[in-house]
């Protein structure tokens, strides 16, 4: 044991509540890390049975300001003490039009923008599809190999991945067609040629196979986030932008996980300066609480008929309370750069270890938003080694998630809050898990 875990991993404490998880809860809902939390803050991660965790996970990227942002949290609580709930679409308050003209100026989007709120990221992409459908009068989707949009019946069909998201909840919706990702590391002729490639596959899918006058929208991740953190090959996001201008397609960038400072800019779109027509965010946005937005080119938004968006909860005002709050500690605290940071000390650290260890088969991603890929010698994918890994480091107080189409990668989202010293001492827990396994 270290300093930081007190008991076995789950202890005491979080094996009595598992047991109680057990009785109430269906199999289906698990957790990467099983022990009840009692605080977090800070970077930090603290059970029920005293122990601290290194936090690289941050709720999936949900807690991106922090656990327990002092602007998020004053909003919020007072927010809550005026009232918790009216619905937008019965009786309107401010905040909601606040967070709506602060995402209209962030967003990569060309032109007048408008905003509507939402409740998750899976919700969020459902109306940017309803959104575009609206707009077209197309019904094809274009979507993208390795990608995760989310666990309703719409966004099931555009995630790529069968086990555990798809397997046995079908069938799906139709009008769906997946184009290969522009994956560098895994890209057949190599990553030279990926970008071009890729985008040639995808215009013959649109041209070809589909035909270009079904597609409503081509959906992508800026950086694919449940499927592995794949930044795609320099030069391909703009190709798809193109791909979409010329065809009359609409272009919808899923921000879910990437966006809101995580990768050092607000939006990841924003490293290869493209723009696309709608944008998806969500996770980050609340600072914890649960809140989803749809940004979009004004003509586009203004497509959907009157009563067509929106929602009971949507918008929910201590939730948009929450996303101001972030605003103002992205700010005041100039998160992006810290993000940009983060990511200068964590990649030269990962691409170090990488040369010591073959099984580090790709280092990747921007800001703090980085993956390593786990392979044999003969890079197959080493999903067992990944796991091992991850029990390690969560045996010895880091918490890390896995991630990858086929189980092998490790990411890292720590919180943008995070000091230099506890990334650090990260980085070192990693490295001995490493050294242990691989």
């Not at 086990?163 to 990553?191: E, L, S």
């Not at 099984?359 to 080694?385: Q, S, T």
């Amino acid at each position: 044991m270290t300093d930081r875990i007190r008991t076995e991993v789950p202890g005491p404490r979080s094996q009595i509540l598992l047991a109680r998880q057990r009785a109430a809860l269906p199999a289906g809902l698990g957790s990467a890390l099983p022990v009840f939390v009692e605080s977090a803050a800070g970077g930090e991660v603290v059970d029920v049975d005293g122990n601290t965790f290194i936090d690289f996970g941050s709720g999936i990227a949900v807690t991106t300001v922090g656990n327990s942002a002092p602007r998020v949290v004053a909003r919020a609580t007072e927010q809550l003490r005026r009232f918790t709930h009216t619905c937008y679409l019965v009786n309107p308050y401010e905040s909601y039009v606040a967070v709506c003209e602060k995402l209209n100026e962030l967003a990569p989007v060309a032109g007048e923008a408008r905003t509507a709120l939402f409740n998750s990221g899976a919700e969020a992409v459902e109306n940017a599809v309803k959104v575009a459908r609206a707009a077209t009068g197309r019904p094809g989707i274009v979507v993208f190999d390795h990608a995760f949009h989310g666990r309703t019946l719409l966004t099931m069909a555009l995630t790529a991945k069968n086990i555990p998201y798809k397997q046995g909840f079908g069938p799906f919706v139709g009008d769906v067609h997946r184009a290969p990702m522009a994956y560098p590391y895994r890209w057949p002729t190599g990553p030279r040629d990926c970008a071009q490639e890729a985008a040639d596959a995808l215009a013959d899918l649109i041209d070809r196979q589909a035909g270009a006058d079904t597609i409503a929208a081509v959906v992508i991740e800026p950086i694919q986030g449940e499927g592995g953190f794949i930044v795609p090959a320099p030069g391909f996001l703009p190709k798809v932008r193109q791909i979409c201008s010329d065809r009359g397609l609409i272009l919808i960038a899923d921000e879910v996980q990437s966006g809101i400072a995580r990768t050092g800019t607000w939006f990841a779109s924003e490293h290869e300066g493209i723009r696309p027509d709608l944008v998806t965010s969500a996770k980050g946005l609340g600072g914890g609480l649960p809140i989803a937005a749809v940004t979009g080119r004004a003509d586009l938004m203004d497509a959907a008929p009157a009563g067509g968006l929106g929602g009971t909860f949507s918008g929910n005002p201590v939730a948009c309370a929450a996303a101001l709050g972030v605003f103002e500690e992205i700010e005041e605290h100039n998160l992006l750069a810290r993000a940009r940071r983060i990511g200068e000390i964590m990649l030269p650290a990962l691409h170090d270890l990488q040369r010591s260890h073959d099984a580090i088969g790709d280092v990747r991603g921007r800001g703090a938003m980085i993956a390593i890929e786990l392979v044999h010698g003969d890079r197959r994918p080493n999903p067992d080694l990944t796991a091992r890994i991850a029990a390690r480091c969560h045996r010895e107080g880091l918490l890390v998630l896995t991630a990858g189409s086929f189980g092998n990668v490790l990411r890292f989202l720590p919180p943008l809050s995070i000091s230099d010293d506890l990334l650090m001492e990260g980085l070192s827990v990693l490295r001995s898990a490493i050294a242990a396994e691989a």
